[in-house]
């Protein structure tokens, strides 16, 4: 099965940016689509971004364009999100996840659903 | 995009009870709903996918209905592990969105 392990908190300056991997175990990333979610303080979950197998191509939210980028290394099956110009606004934990298209032996086409999920990354901007 | 509105925002509730959480969606999602739990500190983890199909080792005192642009999570006979804050997705299409969330707390 999937396991996600992502790195360590940061603690930025606004303007500056942060770049979090997440390792994916169990499969290789080329076999998963990963997706990226945030949750500000005491907020609820938020998605930035993900990969759309239908279109072959990593989709955004429009809040995060041209902000965002997501990448990923398949030579050690880790994936890194990373967002430029920070504001105090972008503290928050940040999550990879997986978005699964089977439970046990089952398999489907178009259902999917986020897990498992990384075990979050605490960003921090402040001045 | 689709917009998931998620009621009631927070409830109180009491180990025995039944408890009601309700979804809706800004236009039709067909089935494409899924449900998470989530507890302080921890990430969200997967109930219901499929609008009504129970995660593998979920109990079954969580379920899931509804299709098109209504959903609802139903906890039968609540547990004290179940105090946690709850949100729904739609997968039907990009971008993904999620209700505000529903918090359960002990009454």
């Known amino acids: 099965q999937v396991q996600l392990v992502q790195s360590g908190a940061e603690v930025k300056k606004p303007g500056a940016s942060v770049k979090v991997s997440c390792k994916v175990s169990?499969?290789?990333?080329?076999?998963?689509?990963m997706h990226w979610v945030r949750q500000a303080p005491g907020k609820g979950l938020e998605w930035m971004g993900g990969?759309?197998?239908?279109?072959?191509?990593?989709i955004f939210a429009q809040k995060f364009q041209g902000r965002v980028t997501m990448t990923e290394d398949t030579s050690s099956d880790t994936a890194y999100m990373e967002l430029s110009s920070l504001t105090s606004d972008d503290t928050a934990v940040y999550y990879c996840?997986?978005?699964?298209?089977?439970?046990?032996?089952?398999?489907?086409?178009?259902?999917?659903?986020?897990?498992?999920w990384g075990q979050g990354t605490l960003v921090s901007v402040s001045s | 995009d689709i917009q998931m509105t998620q009621s009631p925002s927070s409830l109180s509730a009491s180990v025995g009870d039944t408890v009601t959480i309700t979804c809706r969606a800004s236009q039709t999602i067909r089935t494409y709903l899924n449900w998470y739990q989530q507890k302080p500190g921890m990430a969200p983890n997967l109930l219901v996918y499929?609008?009504?199909t129970l995660q593998s080792g979920v109990p079954s005192r969580f379920s899931g209905r509804g299709s098109g642009t209504d959903f609802t999570l139903i906890i039968n006979s609540l547990q004290p592990e179940d105090f946690a804050t709850y949100y729904c997705?739609?997968?039907?299409?990009?971008?993904?969105?999620f209700g505000q969330g529903t918090k359960v707390d002990i009454k």
């Open positions: 499929a609008a009504s």
């Open positions: 990969f759309d197998p239908g279109q072959d191509v990593i």
């Open positions: 997705q739609q997968t039907y299409n990009f971008p993904r969105t």
């Open positions: 169990g499969y290789t990333l080329a076999e998963v689509s």
């Open positions: 996840t997986v978005a699964s298209y089977c439970s046990g032996a089952t398999c489907y086409s178009d259902y999917n659903w986020f897990d498992p």
